[in-house]
């Protein structure tokens, strides 16, 4: 019977232990963070992010990327995201592990919050230095007041290097050259520590003597003005009066030592220049629009009129950040994030080239594993069966034009 208990002991440690190694050694490696969890009609229904570029896909500590493209602010915005009347454009990553250098829109540094029109496309650049080495899936991403995060699609990233490397200068207005990334650092350790110090010794004096119960007795006896004594009382004022002038002098030095300072610059920026964009020569109808639940496909009847003067094909369909595109047509050169870009997923009924004053109705169907993976089928526990999206058509001279198109999306069940 011992032996038994003896030998199940041995297994549930060695089991243990495995559990543990295994543990130690799983990192599941996450391809979205946070969108695919957001509601489906809203990633579809609020910002529109294209034309993406990331200009580089591996860089050492200190190197700088860009990440630029554009993004259209969809008219028919949700109700229950504030409008993005102040509105950060901001950079998913966790934490600084880049450090943004610069971020434009409409060619407007915009470190602060800024205004953004129902309607309008601007164009944006975000300057990315590296930090940290690793693996990073970096997003776009607007930070809607009132709405929450908006996360524009992701790209895998990697730092090489190492992290002591990284400096981060800056020349200010006084004309001093300081590294940001270690600025002031001693200076905020010695001040912290300093008066950490100076109320310890405080309570240090006291704590000499006996604490609690002699004093308790000698308060309850009446005598509690014997427990502060003369010197006691010296000591005290020493403290406050000390207090009061190391303050008193410390201002002024810091004062004399950096004469110039201005408060925190903030404030809305209003006025943010969108792109002019070309009134599309195409128009397209939506006539019905179906996904099949479940599946990883939606299905859309268009009729398209070429208004233009070249003839034009469809190249693409965009919605949440995912690409599908006619491969006939078009194809990707920008190094799209792969879980984002469906090649040939999209399929035209009649893609062949719409001339000039045409007009035709086609089925479309856009198919990907990423309708599934990036939950975009989860549309069916949304309260707003409403989808949205851009089509992308190209005319003979490989001009592009965007058409936006937004639609009820109804659920057809096996
Ligand atoms: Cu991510």
Avoid: C
């Avoid at 290097?161 to 270690?182: H, K, R, V, W």
């Avoid at 629009?289 to 003067?309: E, F, K, Q, W």
């Amino acid at each position: 019977m011992k032996l038994i208990k003896d030998k199940v002991a041995k297994l549930s440690f060695v089991a243990l232990l495995l559990t543990v190694t295994a543990a130690m050694f799983y990192t599941p490696t996450a391809s979205a963070h946070g969108e695919k969890s957001q509601a489906a009609f809203m990633r579809m229904r609020t910002i529109h992010w294209y034309d993406l570029n990331w200009s580089k896909e591996v860089l050492a500590v200190n190197d700088t990327m860009t990440i630029s493209g554009k993004f259209l602010v969809f008219a028919g915005w949700p109700e229950t995201v504030d409008k993005p009347e102040s509105a950060f454009l901001n950079i998913g990553i966790p934490g600084p592990v880049f450090i943004r250098a610069g971020s434009w829109i409409g060619g407007q540094l915009v470190p602060r919050s800024v205004s953004l029109e129902l309607g309008e496309t601007y164009e944006f650049k975000v300057l990315l230095k590296a930090r940290r080495p690793g693996d990073w899936h970096v997003h776009t991403m607007m930070n809607v007041e009132g709405g929450g995060p908006i996360i524009g699609p992701g790209k895998w990233v990697t730092i090489t290097g190492s992290m002591s490397s990284f400096t981060n200068p800056i020349t200010t207005l006084t004309g001093q050259t300081i590294d940001l990334e270690t600025y002031n650092l001693s200076n905020t350790y010695f001040w912290h520590t300093f008066w950490y110090a100076i109320g310890v010794a405080w309570m240090v004096y006291w704590m000499r003597k006996p604490m609690f119960v002699p004093r308790m007795i000698a308060v309850d006896a009446g005598k509690g003005d014997s427990l502060i004594t003369g010197t006691d009382k010296k000591v005290a004022l020493a403290f406050a009066a000390g207090s009061i002038a190391i303050v008193a002098f410390t201002m002024q030095s810091t004062n004399s030592q950096y004469p110039v300072t201005t408060p925190l610059q903030a404030g809305l920026l209003r006025g943010m220049k969108p792109i002019e964009m070309p009134t599309p020569t195409v128009s397209v109808k939506v006539d019905d629009a179906t996904y099949r639940v479940p599946g990883r496909s939606m299905n859309m009847t268009l009729t398209v009129t070429n208004n233009g003067d070249s003839a034009v094909r469809l190249g693409e369909f965009n919605t949440a950040g995912v690409r599908f595109l006619d491969a006939n047509v078009t194809e990707d050169t920008t190094g799209y994030p792969d879980d984002l870009l469906a090649p040939e997923g999209l399929t035209v009924s009649d893609n062949s080239p719409l001339a000039p004053g045409q007009t035709r109705t086609i089925q479309v169907n856009a198919s990907d594993a990423a309708w599934e993976v990036y939950r975009l089928a989860d549309l069916i526990y949304d309260p707003d069966s409403r989808f949205a999206g851009l089509l992308f058509f190209h005319d003979e001279n490989g001009n592009k034009q965007v058409v936006t198109i937004d639609a009820p999306l109804i659920p057809t069940f096996i």
